[in-house]
C-alpha cells in the first residue's frame, strides 16, 4: 500500500510503499527502509484522526460510519487495539458475523497494548456494555493485564466497579457466577477492593431473579438451597477476599446479616 500520508526519515519524499504487517516503510526515491514501532504507528496523524472519529461514530450509534474510519486506522496500524475492537463488535452484533467478538478477545490478549489504548477500549466497552454481558471474563481479564503497575490501581478499580456492577444487575439468573468468573472477582477484590462490586453481589443474594427472596420461592427447599451453596456462599468468599480497606468489615456484617435472614427463611 501507499504511505497513507507518510514520509521518508531519509531524503523526505512521500514516494513511498508502507507494508503495514512488517511495519516497514520503504523508500522509492532513495530506497531507504524504517522499522515502525506500534506506539510510532499510533501516533500517527491518520491513525489518531481516524480514530477519534471511529469512536465518535461509535459511541453515537453511526457503525457503517464507524467501521469505515477503523478500517481506515487498520491501514496503517494493523493491530490497534480500539479499531479492532470497533470493527469485531459491528461485526458481531451489526453484521451477524458470529465469533467475531470472541476472536478479539483472543487476538488481543497476547498484544502489549499502550496506555491510550487501553484507555479507549474501556470507553469503547463501557458504550456497548448492554451487549456484552457474555464477554464479562475476556473483558476482566484483558483489562487487568494491562493495568497491572501500581500506578493503574485508581483506574482500574473504577472501570471495574462500574462494569461489573451494571453486568449483575442485568443477569438473568444465578449461572453467570461460575468458579472462574468467582475467582476472578476473588482476585480484583485482593488487589484493589471493588466496594461497587461487592455491594453488588450482595444486593443481587435478593434481587437476582433466581433467588428465592426475589421469587418469594422458599418453598422450593431443593432450589433454594442450591441457590444458597451455588450463590451466597460463594459471594461470601469473595467479601472475605477483599483487601482490608474501610468497606470490608461493613460488607462482611452487611453480607453475614444477608446470609442469616437467608438461612432463617430457608429453614
Not at 530506497?31 to 506506539?39: N, P, Q
Not at 469505515?68 to 494493523?78: F, G, K, Q, T
Not at 434481587?207 to 444458597?228: M, T, V
Request: glycine fraction near 6%; include cysteine.
Amino acid at each position: 500500500m501507499d504511505g497513507v500520508g507518510m514520509q521518508c526519515h531519509g531524503c523526505g519524499s512521500t514516494n513511498v510503499v508502507f507494508d503495514s504487517k512488517r511495519r516497514i516503510l520503504k523508500c522509492n526515491q532513495c530506497g531507504k527502509e524504517e522499522y515502525y514501532s506500534r506506539a510510532t504507528l499510533n501516533a500517527n496523524g491518520r491513525v489518531v484522526f481516524g480514530k477519534q472519529n471511529a469512536m465518535s461514530f461509535f459511541t453515537e450509534g453511526k457503525y457503517e460510519e464507524s467501521r469505515h474510519y477503523a478500517m481506515e486506522v487498520l491501514d496503517i496500524s494493523m493491530d490497534n487495539a480500539p479499531a479492532l475492537y470497533i470493527l469485531s463488535y459491528v461485526d458481531e452484533f451489526i453484521t451477524g458475523k458470529a465469533g467475531a467478538m470472541q476472536t478479539f478477545f483472543k487476538q488481543i490478549k497476547d498484544i502489549p497494548l499502550e496506555y491510550d489504548e487501553v484507555k479507549d477500549l474501556r470507553e469503547l466497552i463501557w458504550s456497548s456494555a448492554y451487549r456484552l454481558s457474555d464477554y464479562e471474563k475476556d473483558i476482566i481479564e484483558l483489562i487487568a493485564l494491562n493495568m497491572q503497575s501500581p500506578e493503574d490501581l485508581p483506574e482500574l478499580t473504577e472501570f471495574m466497579d462500574k462494569i461489573c456492577p451494571y453486568f449483575i444487575s442485568k443477569r438473568v439468573s444465578a449461572d453467570y457466577l461460575d468458579k472462574e468468573l468467582a475467582d476472578m472477582y476473588k482476585e480484583l477484590a485482593d488487589h484493589c477492593g471493588i466496594p461497587k462490586t461487592c455491594f453488588a453481589l450482595i444486593k443481587s443474594i435478593s434481587e437476582n431473579p433466581d433467588s428465592p427472596i426475589a421469587g418469594n420461592s422458599f418453598f422450593l427447599k431443593a432450589k433454594a438451597k442450591y441457590f444458597y451453596d451455588n450463590y451466597v456462599l460463594v459471594i461470601g468468599t469473595i467479601i472475605e477476599s477483599m483487601k482490608d480497606n474501610e468497606f470490608k468489615q461493613k460488607f462482611m456484617g452487611a453480607y453475614a446479616q444477608k446470609q442469616k435472614q437467608f438461612l432463617e427463611q430457608l429453614n
